[in-house]
């Protein structure tokens, strides 16, 4: 199976803060990579597909990048509707994996 | 408007057979292309995809539960249904079903159910 590893596992960070979050998989996919958000309670939410592809809806701050093995999630000025934890899902190869989490906390 | 709603059981004795059922409106998974996924997440650990159906009625499983693991749909009810057999402890998590259109990412998602197996 492609093992993903996402870092950090912890964000502290500010609203109007950028930051990034890294997912790395273990061999190439090309660029077949989704990011989602998930608050406690709430369903997961599809923010980026094929690694750079906002989702309808999606913000614009939100940002994706990255092809191979290497891949970015930006949010470039957080909201306080921002906090909450995002994972990285590779869906190159079956089956289907996921990071293990970034749970983004407010400073 | 997509929604998914999973049910079943909070808890489960060990050894038992779970089953869940994922309702779900505003798609028919009889669209070329449409499939369902059960996902689950235990505590503290990373989501793991199970399991999926797609709109002809191929079914597909992550090999190291794929003998513990059955899906099916029932297309007039607009559901699809989960079972694993031989519950364990180390099987607590919430389970969650999402749809997956013509790629394979998960685009709408339920809110998840807990499930606990008790020993």
């Known amino acids: 199976d492609i093992q993903m590893t996402q870092s950090p596992s912890t964000l502290s960070a500010s609203v109007g803060d950028r930051v990034t979050i890294t997912c790395r998989a273990s061999?190439?996919?090309?660029?077949?990579l989704a990011w989602y958000q998930h608050k406690p309670g709430e369903a997961p939410k599809l923010l980026v597909h094929?690694?750079?592809t906002l989702q309808r809806g999606v913000p614009s701050r939100f940002s994706g990048s990255g092809s191979g093995t290497e891949f970015t999630l930006t949010i470039s000025s957080l909201q306080p509707d921002d906090f909450a934890s995002y994972y990285c899902?590779?869906?190159?190869?079956?089956?289907?994996?996921f990071g293990q989490g970034t749970k983004l906390e407010i400073k | 408007q997509v929604t998914l709603k999973e049910s079943g059981p909070a808890v489960v004795k060990a050894t038992q057979t779970l089953t869940l059922t994922c309702t779900f409106s505003?798609?028919?998974?009889?669209?070329?292309?449409?499939?369902v996924s059960w996902i689950r997440q235990p505590p503290g650990k990373a989501l793991q995809w199970l399991a999926h159906?797609?709109?002809?009625?191929?079914?597909f499983y992550t090999t190291s539960l794929k003998t513990r693991l059955t899906i099916s749909k029932d297309t007039s009810k607009n559901q699809v249904v989960l079972t694993m057999t031989d519950m364990d402890p180390v099987d607590t998590a919430t389970y969650y079903c999402?749809?997956?259109?013509?790629?394979?990412?998960?685009?709408?998602w339920g809110q998840g159910i807990l499930v606990t197996v008790s020993s």
């Open positions: 999402a749809r997956m259109g013509g790629y394979d990412y998960f685009d709408s």
């Open positions: 505003g798609f028919s998974i009889t669209t070329n292309g449409m499939r």
């Open positions: 159906i797609d709109w002809d009625d191929d079914k």
């Open positions: 061999q190439n996919i090309a660029t077949w």
């Open positions: 094929k690694a750079s």
């Open positions: 899902q590779q869906y190159n190869f079956s089956p289907y994996t």
